[in-house]
Structures are given as C-alpha cells and as structure tokens.
C-alpha cells in the first residue's frame, strides 16, 4: 500500500470550517515551517498534547515555527470550543475545527495515520518533511529547523518504518471503518458480524470486544447474548493476566455507562471481584500513571457493590499517585479535580486535596 501523502510530498490544503483560536489561515507561506497536529476531543492524550504544543510554540516562536492544532470531531462547536478552553485558557496558537473531514481525507487517511495525535511538519518550501508523534517530533524537528532531516537516511528509513506499520494496521482500520459505517445506518447484524471477524483477525485488540458489549447492552439491550459476551471477555483477560485487559473487561462489566438491569447480579458481581483482586495484585509493578487510572476503575466498583471504604481508600491513593506525577499544570489539575469529585460522591461531604476542593453534587 502506498500512502498518496508522506515525506517530500506537497502540503494539502487548509481546509478549516472554523478557527476557534487565532487569525485564519488559507495557505501556507513559504519560508516559514508550519506544524499542524490533528487532535480530537475523544482522544484522552490529546488535551495533553494540546498543551505540549503550546509548549513548543512559545520554544520555537522566534524562528518562524507556527503550530496548528486541527480538531476533527463530530461534536458541536460550543462542545469542542469548551474542550480547547479547558486544556489551553490562554491559547497563544492557532486552532481550526474541521467537521467537513475534508482536512482528515487530505492529511490522516492520505498518510496512512490512523490515530490522533498526529504532527505533520511542513516545511519551508511548502513540502512535507515529518509525520508522526510528538514525541519523535521534539527530536526531529531541530533538524528540519537547519536542513539536514528531509534528505537524510534517517528520514527515509523512518518514513519507511511509519508506512510498513501503518501497512500492518492497515486491515484492521479498514474492519473498524465496516463496523463504524453499519453503525451509523443501524445495522446492527452487520456490523455485529464484522465485530465478530475483529475478534478473530485481531485477537489482541481489545477494542473489537469492547465494542461487541456497546452494541449488544447499550444498543440492542440483548442481555442473553451480552452476558455470554461479557462472561468470555472476563475469561480471556484473566487468561491473558495483562492489567489493560482486566480493566477493559472490568469498565465493561461493572461501569458508569451501561444498565445492567438483566444480568445476574450476583454472578456479574462474583465476577468483577476477581478481576478487581488480578488487578490490584498486578499494579505494582506499573508507574504511577497507570496504577491511577486502576484504582479509580476498581474504585467505581467496590462503591457500587457496597464496599465503599475500600472504594475511599482506593482514590485517596490514587490521589497520591497523582500528586507525584510530573504533568503539566492543566492535566494534572484535571486529574484531580476528578478524584476530588468522585471521592466527595463516596463520602458524601465536601473534600479537599492540595488547594482543589469538591462537594457532592445535589440530587435532583
């Protein structure tokens, strides 16, 4: 497969419906390097990355380096305005609303970019000289800055690597896109039918069978069907004894989202017990990060099934956890706000936690 958009290539069109922050931008003026990044208000790294690049900007502003954060979402404005202004108050750069998808046929699908964030680099003769994450563009990017990154070997043999990988991924894209399409007309048998295929082409992607229990309980209300579904991917992930597994198949049995009204309780409960205790025995051996992200999961459950104690306990340390972690300002912030309201809810009275405080919120 060969991408229509990578390195060397001609920038595509800005073709922004809406610029949230900042004046317009029509074209891309020669002599300058532009960075636009795709970013969706879905993507839980994006908000983080809406922040890095403000980060870059003011690092890069004096060279003539503009960062643009293109936003492709199906949201209302007000929605994705809300969004930006939560991450980045002070915006000190550009930012467009694509909700034509023009701008993610010309740049995302023509790359073969399957996934937000994504940076683009264009460089000063208007041509592409990087795609990827933010994270290989804070090494590349001083190279494109004095000349030597478009024509070396190390640009052509990562360029290589992105197309063989986005090659691979390829398949997999092109399935979700079947399931998506069916979605949106209502067929639910075929996009069953292609989840079903998912789960068997690509059985280390949890996403088919998260999928499978949103169609089946959130949709179809088939609880026969989504209590055998559920029950398989419990037993897959304690098989597989990998944390990310576990939480999915935990978030899907026991979460904020679903009625679970038609399931055995007692069973569904048996159940989530033992995947809450694999959990809890695996976090140790991950970064804070991730043990956060974990105990505010367990947490929602133990609430839920009547072990609240436990449940204040579990984000009173993931409180902690986040309290230690280097992030910016915005996210970390963010994060525990969250925490906050979540252990004010447990607890039923107001709470604070390092200047940031909550209360629970009224019933109506």
């Known amino acids: 497969m060969t991408p229509g958009l990578g390195i060397d290539s001609p ?11 900042g004046d317009p931008l029509s074209n891309f003026q020669l002599g300058k390097i532009y960075i636009p990044v795709f970013i969706s208000i879905t993507c839980s790294g994006c908000g983080p990355a809406l922040v890095r690049l403000a980060q870059l900007q003011e690092q890069y502003r004096d060279i003539g380096i503009e960062v643009i954060g293109i936003v492709t979402a199906d949201e209302a404005l007000a929605e994705v305005d809300a969004w930006v202004t939560k991450w980045l108050p002070n915006a000190n750069i550009r ?77 997999e894209n092109a399935l979700r896109d079947r399931i998506r399409a069916a979605a949106d007309i209502e067929d639910w048998k075929t996009a069953l039918s292609a989840i079903e295929e998912g789960i068997i082409l690509f059985p280390d992607n949890i996403w088919f069978h998260q999928k499978h229990v949103e169609i089946l309980i959130g949709v179809m209300r088939d609880m026969e069907a989504v209590w055998i579904v559920l029950g398989q991917f419990a037993r897959t992930a304690i098989e597989r004894n990998s944390e990310d597994w576990l939480l999915a198949a935990l978030q899907q049995l026991y979460g904020p989202i679903y009625d679970y009204s038609g399931l055995p ?84 009275e107001q709470v604070c936690y390092g200047g940031i405080c909550a209360a629970p919120r009224k019933q109506c």
């Open 95 to 171: 930012i467009g609303f694509d909700y034509s998808g023009q701008m993610d046929e010309d740049w995302l699908k023509a790359s073969l970019s399957f996934a937000v964030p994504r940076a683009f680099v264009v460089d000063r003769d208007g041509r592409i000289a990087f795609i990827g994450d933010l994270v290989k563009l804070e090494d590349v990017l001083p190279k494109v800055i004095d000349g030597s990154w478009r024509a070396s070997a190390e640009a052509k043999n990562a360029e290589k690597e992105r197309v063989a990988a986005a090659e691979i991924d390829a398949p």
């Open 11 to 21: 920038a595509p069109p800005i073709n922004v419906q809406h610029w949230l922050r």
């Open 265 to 348: 309780l007692a069973e569904r409960s048996s159940m989530a017990n033992e995947l809450s205790e694999r959990i809890l025995r695996l976090c140790p051996q991950h970064d804070a990060p991730l043990r956060y992200y974990s105990y505010r999961t367990i947490a929602f459950y133990y609430h839920e099934s009547g072990d609240n104690d436990r449940a204040v306990d579990l984000i009173e340390q993931a409180l902690k956890f986040v309290d230690g972690e280097a992030l910016p300002d915005v996210e970390k912030h963010e994060r525990m706000a969250q925490l906050l309201q979540t252990l004010a809810e447990y607890k039923g």
